[in-house]
């Protein structure tokens, strides 16, 4: 699978280079995103070379994709988000995301969620994507609301954060949703 570059408003998504690094070390300081992704909690250069590789694999391996997010007027680094196909056989995918605390208030998630969508919507043509956010982060749920997403419900223990199991929204968008 090829990764894309895709244009959001202000933001593009691109596949990760080694040059990232600077905003992996702001987000290992961040107390959520190790606990809920897979960004290492603690920084070193060798352990944010290994995150970057298992980022390209996924793509390579069909898993999907996961991207950096560039703040266009700074070209900063500022997020990550990925799409992942694990049962793009239903047709369906799921979406998730981390901005750095920086980059958070500025409206970024609603655009790069919106501009992923649209493009696995119309280029990969999947029906349904899914995002899962705990019921606490109202920002990031108003986030996917703004860029199309609808909350479908409550999850209950749905998925395992720093060691303990958290209720989940489940927000949807069809793309059919988005011919209408």
Same mark, same amino acid.
């Given at each position: 699978?090829?990764?894309?570059?895709?244009?959001?408003?202000?933001?593009?998504?691109?596949?990760?280079?080694?040059?990232?690094?600077?905003?992996? #070390?702001?987000?290992?300081?961040?107390?959520?995103?190790?606990?809920?992704?897979?960004?290492?909690?603690?920084?070193?250069?060798?352990?944010?070379?290994?995150?970057?590789? #298992?980022?390209?694999?996924?793509?390579?391996?069909?898993?999907?994709?996961?991207?950096?997010?560039?703040?266009?007027?700074?070209?900063?680094?500022?997020?990550?988000?990925?799409?992942?196909?694990?049962?793009?056989?239903?047709?369906?995918?799921?979406?998730?995301?981390?901005?750095? #605390?920086?980059?958070?208030?500025?409206?970024?998630? $609603?655009?790069?969620? $919106?501009?992923?969508?649209?493009?696995?919507?119309?280029?990969?043509?999947?029906?349904?994507?899914?995002?899962?956010?705990?019921?606490?982060?109202?920002?990031?749920?108003?986030?996917? =609301?703004?860029?199309?997403?609808?909350?479908?419900?409550?999850?209950?223990?749905?998925?395992?954060?720093?060691?303990?199991?958290?209720?989940?929204?489940?927000?949807?968008?069809?793309?059919?949703?988005?011919? =209408?």
């Amino acid at each position: 699978m090829s990764i894309p570059r895709i244009e959001c408003g202000g933001y593009t998504l691109r596949g990760w280079e080694h040059t990232d690094t600077d905003v992996l #070390r702001e987000a290992a300081d961040d107390p959520y995103i190790p606990a809920i992704t897979t960004v290492p909690a603690r920084f070193d250069p060798a352990t944010a070379a290994a995150y970057i590789e #298992r980022q390209k694999d996924r793509a390579r391996t069909c898993a999907g994709y996961s991207l950096v997010v560039i703040e266009d007027a700074s070209a900063r680094p500022v997020g990550s988000i990925g799409l992942w196909l694990r049962d793009i056989d239903l047709g369906r995918a799921s979406i998730g995301y981390w901005l750095v #605390r920086s980059a958070r208030g500025k409206g970024c998630a $609603a655009q790069i969620l $919106a501009g992923l969508s649209e493009w696995a919507h119309t280029t990969l043509e999947i029906p349904r994507l899914e995002l899962y956010v705990e019921p606490w982060n109202t920002a990031s749920v108003r986030s996917a =609301e703004r860029a199309g997403f609808t909350r479908e419900g409550l999850l209950r223990s749905w998925q395992e954060v720093g060691g303990e199991r958290k209720d989940m929204y489940m927000l949807s968008k069809l793309r059919d949703a988005d011919a =209408e």
